[in-house]
């Protein structure tokens, strides 16, 4: 399983950006998917979460501001991140705690897959 991300840059406060994150290979099925961020010197924490039915879970921080969506056909999940603020600055991670995959005639469980980052910088 791969999972890529796209869509980050810079942009001034109160701007918007979307992330987008794809996942790749021979994929039966993908339960949850989120975002993450890490500011430098901080932990990876929790921006939003959403599952293949819809269901949708946000930091605190971001409710009101960021919505997370989902393709489930293209196995691809969104962030729209409006109102951005300076301390929205961290490199985003898509992730996906299960990914069920086709194999021959059953299936096998991948777990904790994590894209590569993308940064988001949002200058004041």
């Known amino acids: 399983v791969q999972l890529v991300e796209s869509g980050g840059g810079l942009v001034q406060a109160g701007g918007s950006l979307r992330l987008s994150c794809a996942a790749s290979g021979n994929i039966f099925s993908i339960d949850v998917m989120g975002w993450y961020r890490q500011a430098p010197g901080k932990q990876r924490d929790k921006v939003a979460t959403i599952t293949s039915g819809g269901s949708t879970s946000y930091a605190d921080s971001v409710k009101g501001r960021f919505t997370i969506s989902r393709d489930n056909a293209k196995n691809t999940v969104y962030l729209q991140m409006d109102s951005l603020k300076p301390e929205d600055t961290a490199v985003y991670y898509c992730?996906?705690?299960?990914?069920?995959?086709?194999?021959?005639?059953?299936?096998?469980?991948?777990?904790?897959?994590w894209g590569q980052g993308t940064q988001v910088t949002v200058s004041s």
């Open positions: 992730n996906a705690p299960r990914v069920t995959l086709f194999a021959g005639f059953t299936t096998r469980v991948e777990y904790d897959q």
